[in-house]
């Protein structure tokens, strides 16, 4: 009975550490350094881009949004700036009015408009 007991509890704490690891969503948050806006960047769907040698790897999701929550523009806004998640590198230029998400990938803080 304590086998059991003792193997129950091992395969909770795998179940759960299986859980923090994998089940989660992995999104972050990047203030600006003004405080008026927010990057929101998360996991999207795994896929292939040109150029990254038929590898198959997660590619971001990324939301820039006002300090109320509205949405001001979205990378699927513009499918050729996709970027994979772990190439995401945030450099907010806000005097002229950009936020960059990876080597010439940059959302306007004004209009949203997603370029590349």
Not at 17 to 37: E, T
């Amino acid at each position: 009975m304590k086998k059991v007991i003792l193997g129950m509890a091992i395969l909770g704490v795998f179940l759960f550490l299986g859980y923090q690891y994998f089940g989660k969503s992995s999104k972050k948050i990047y203030k600006s350094p003004d405080g008026k806006y927010t990057l929101e960047v998360s996991s999207g769907k795994s896929g292939n881009m040109p150029g990254d040698g038929g590898g198959s790897t997660a590619v971001a999701e990324i939301v820039l949004k006002s300090a109320d929550g509205n949405i001001i523009g979205e990378s699927k806004n513009n499918p050729d700036c996709a970027i994979f998640l772990d190439s995401v590198e945030v450099i907010w230029d806000i005097e002229n009015d950009l936020v960059f998400y990876g080597k010439a990938k940059s959302i306007h803080l004004k209009t949203g408009k997603v370029e590349c």
